[in-house]
């Protein structure tokens, strides 16, 4: 891959000192937060809605009002919750990795992390 | 996925031909002079591909809904629903609960850290020439497959809709499908790809909610009513699980297995991902995936209705009893609501489907040969960007031919399109999920366990399935007196699931940890301290064309 003249403009070191940086430690852990416990939890309750489609037949057809039954009212909560959590990652990311995501690209683009050892919290 | 789709419809037709034609041939005129528009800007590698990554956030989720709702999902979802109903009502589950991966795990760290393909980030920090060449093949070998299906599928709804019956008339319409898709992919590249999708899903969507409507109207817009009417005509176990899938203890496996590979799957499939590098910047592709979620999800629940609606409106037995089978469920009920003009707008959507998303996979296979074969592997990076696109143009022509050709093959051959979809699903969640999350998210990942987690994925993957019963031995319909396998008189599955995914997707995780696990070579620390610090903040993602 040949990257183009402006990625060539940050130096390993930068985008080691940018990795290292306490602000990349928050963004990571922020976006983390997030993606890692909701993907485990919408897989995990796909998965559970699939094998109680499969096993639990019976419960699945119970009806709960004229002939709409339990797994057609949980199977629409999935589009729900797929609708829900696709707009609480969009308020989740507006909020709270936006603002770091940008001022780390700017910080990067003005080479702050340059210098190894640069002064951000001088001590008195 | 059986029965989605099956390409051996036998010859009779329903409504107007001529105006299912016509109706179609209004929608090549429109979008060829789209197409011509759109080529004026297409110089460099950057237009040819990724559309000079000009494509707005909202634009680019028409066009994701439009390369997703492919005729297997339009059809085939709706027909499933219409002959097994609930069964039918899981896939579409699946197949909407799998944009949440690409969602919050996929699409911004990609366009922030690719350019044009998905080997771009897969070799991003390991020894290029190897991890670039499996993430290239198993491109082709997802591209190839799906695009196998629609062309196929397209010989088949033909048979239906046009009236055109007989081999040679079906070879002709593969053949017609196949040159103007290679002709879209020349002459609009990326950009002109992108506008077919998109007017193909406006009108898709649009289509679908007039049905929805009529089939609500009918029924008082009464949910109850509507299943109630469906239960009549089909029998109380189509609004129940298990009319397709619960019958023995492997049909129940199949189906977890087929649903792992869905809801894995989609963030794997490379003509996916590449939509994600032609909008401006990362915010523009979350951006499109939220509104492709928004899509497809309202279409799926059109298409409930739309199932339902045929099951009851038309009746289950009908249905079977038609050329296309399970597929002709949508195409019949709008004939049953509208007559013939309905029926012909439906139609010519159809044809639009197919054409669409044939066009958005040779583009993305071409792209992968052109930019991760020829430029970085033979010529080490050393090739110019205009000499990259023209042996991506030349690439499109053989791909496209290929497909023709082995299309062809599939539509006489009877050739079940849908497990082609399917295997699809399986082999990009097979091969490329687990090497996309590992690359991006496990910093001692290394080259030996990306190559160990995509050969072995693809490796298990397609063995599995030439040893399953899709291939060989699967037990002979008494109706039809054939078996629903590939090859009819012989038997060497030992293999017991038509979907491989529930033993290829883990196998494949676990290779990728345990190639790394062993690997002798250290991970390069400061390609991935490159890689998270861009995926995060977005510096140096590559930057929309100015014209």
């Known amino acids: 891959m040949t990257p183009p003249t402006d990625r060539k403009l940050l130096t390993p070191e930068e985008y080691r000192q940018a990795q290292d940086s306490p602000e990349f430690t928050e963004l990571r852990r922020r976006f983390r937060s997030f993606a890692v416990p909701m993907t485990v939890a919408f897989l995990a309750w796909y998965l559970l809605y699939v094998l109680l489609s499969t096993y639990a037949h019976d419960f699945m057809a119970t009806k709960v009002f004229g002939n709409v039954n339990i797994g057609i009212l949980l199977g629409l909560a999935q589009f729900v919750t797929t609708f829900l959590i696709t707009q609480l990652y969009v308020r989740h990311a507006g909020r709270s990795t936006d603002p770091v995501a940008d001022e780390m690209r700017n910080r990067l683009e003005s080479h702050q992390y340059a210098t190894p050892n640069r002064e951000e919290f001088p001590r008195g | 996925m059986a029965d989605l789709l099956a390409a051996d419809a036998p010859a009779a037709t329903i409504g107007e031909p001529a105006i299912n034609i016509s109706i179609f041939g209004v929608f090549v005129l429109i979008t060829l002079v789209i197409t011509f528009r759109a080529s004026r800007n297409n110089k460099s590698a950057a237009d040819f591909y990724a559309a000079g990554r000009n494509i707005s956030g909202t634009q680019n989720g ?29 896939y579409s589950i699946g197949f909407l609960v799998a944009w949440l991966v690409a969602l919050l795990l996929v699409a911004e760290l990609l366009r922030n850290t690719a350019r044009f393909t998905m080997a771009d980030v897969l070799a991003f920090r390991m020894r290029q020439g190897p991890v670039r060449t499996a993430a290239a093949i198993s491109t082709l070998v997802v591209s190839l497959f799906y695009l196998l299906a629609q062309m196929a599928g397209a010989g088949g709804l033909v048979t239906l809709l046009l009236g055109v019956s007989g081999e040679a008339a079906q070879a002709v319409t593969v053949v017609v499908v196949g ?57 109380q176990a189509v609004a129940e699980p298990g009319a397709q899938y619960g019958l023995t203890n492997v049909t129940k496996l199949d189906f977890i297995s087929l649903g792992l590979a869905l809801v894995l799957g989609t963030a794997g499939l490379p003509h996916v991902l590449m939509r994600f590098y032609t909008v401006p910047t990362a915010k523009d592709a979350r951006k499109s995936v ?17 199932g339902y609606g045929a099951g009851a409106l038309v009746g289950k037995e009908e249905i079977l009893a038609a050329p296309g089978a399970v597929n002709a469920a949508a195409p019949l009920l709008a004939f049953e609501l509208g007559g013939t003009a309905l029926l012909g707008i439906i139609s010519g959507v159809a044809f639009a489907t197919i054409l669409a998303v044939v066009a958005g996979l040779t583009i993305t296979a071409s792209a992968s040969f052109a930019h991760d074969i020829y430029a970085s592997v033979i010529k080490r990076g050393q090739a110019s960007p205009d000499s990259e696109v023209k042996v991506a143009r030349v690439a499109a022509i053989v791909i496209g031919a290929v497909a023709i050709g082995l299309g062809i093959l599939a539509l006489q051959a009877g050739l079940n399109i849908a497990f082609l979809v399917a295997l699809a699903f399986a082999v990009a969640a097979s091969a490329n999920l687990p090497t996309i999350l590992y690359t991006l998210f496990w910093k001692d990942f290394t080259t030996q366990g990306a190559l160990w987690s995509i050969y072995g994925g693809l490796i298990a993957c397609v063995t599995l399935i030439i040893f399953s019963p899709v291939v060989s031995g699967a037990a002979v319909n008494p109706t039809t007196g054939k078996s629903t396998s590939l090859f009819q008189d012989v038997d060497f599955h030992w293999f017991p699931l038509n979907n491989p995914g529930l033993v290829s997707i883990p196998l494949s995780f676990f290779l990728g940890w345990l190639g790394t696990k062993l690997s002798k070579e250290r991970p390069d620390v400061d390609k991935y301290a490159e890689l998270e610090v861009r995926s995060l903040t977005g510096i140096g993602a590559e930057k929309a064309v100015q014209h």
């Open chain 2, 62 to 90: 028409l066009a994701i809904a439009g390369d997703y709702l492919s005729a297997a999902s339009f059809l085939g979802i709706a027909g499933a629903i219409a002959v097994y109903g609930y069964d039918g009502f899981l």
């Open chain 2, 179 to 235: 040159a103007l898709m290679i002709f879209y992919v020349l002459v609009g590249g990326m950009r002109g790809t992108t506008y077919v999708q998109v007017i193909k899903a406006s009108l898709l969507i649009i289509g679908a909610l007039v049905m929805t409507v009529w089939v609500l109207a009918e029924y008082g817009f009464n949910l109850s009513s509507l299943i109630g009417g469906a239960i009549e005509s089909g029998g």
């Open chain 2, 290 to 306: 939220v509104v492709a979620i928004w899509l497809i999800g309202i279409f799926y629940i059109f298409s409930l209705v739309i």
